[in-house]
């Protein structure tokens, strides 16, 4: 491999880790409030509900409709698919880190019962680590890119890293049986999720 290569190579190597530093601490600070829950203080949600009414010209799409809410009661979040309800009722939620919101449709009435939850910090950080999909406003969407750009930052740091290490020592065996160990035990957990029952 030429000199320039190599730098080349280093380069991709160094800004590829300064981009995943952010996302990889904030991967370990939410993941490790999920695993260890019982170590933060935990407190019973806080809820509000309320009483609103909706005008209902024509019979809007679940699409529209859950856009209209957000819109009109400031339901801020990402929106999951609606539950219609054998009552006739249809639920809605919105989620964003740390808040969920709920707004129930009665039939016939025009009348929304909206209940709101905000959680602590434990909440943000569950929330957090689990945002996901390209849709609840701009910043979910940009979010996302985030995520597939750091996604692919992931890919290149690996790849020049071992590329680095295969370059910058003559000694290859125990960086051999890193990455044999390493691929085995992800392999091994994929296969044992897979097919224990």
């Known amino acids: 491999m030429g000199l320039n290569m190599y730098h080349f190579i280093r380069r991709i190597h160094l800004f590829t880790g300064l981009l995943l530093l952010v996302f990889v601490l904030m991967y370990f600070l939410s993941g490790y409030v999920m695993i260890h829950g019982k170590w933060f203080v935990e407190r019973e949600p806080k809820v509000s509900v309320r009483t609103e009414t909706l005008n209902f010209l024509v019979d809007p799409s679940d699409a529209s409709l859950a856009g209209r809410l957000q819109a009109t009661f400031g339901l801020r979040g990402q929106s999951s698919s609606p539950e219609h309800k054998s009552d006739g009722s249809t639920r809605f939620n919105f989620v964003r880190p740390g808040t969920t919101f709920q707004a129930v449709i009665?039939?016939?009435?025009?009348?929304?019962?909206?209940?709101?939850?905000d959680f602590g910090f434990r909440g943000v950080a569950n929330g957090f680590h689990r945002l996901r999909g390209y849709h609840g406003g701009w910043i979910y969407v940009l979010w996302s890119c985030l995520y597939d750009l750091a996604s692919v930052a992931l890919i290149l740091f690996g790849i020049t890293g071992v590329v680095l290490w295969y370059q910058s020592t003559a000694r290859h065996l125990p960086g051999w049986a890193c990455l044999v160990a390493s691929f085995g035990f992800t392999a091994a957990m994929i296969c044992y999720l897979m097919w224990t029952k």
């Open 106 to 117: 009665t039939p016939g009435s025009g009348e929304i019962t909206i209940t709101r939850k």
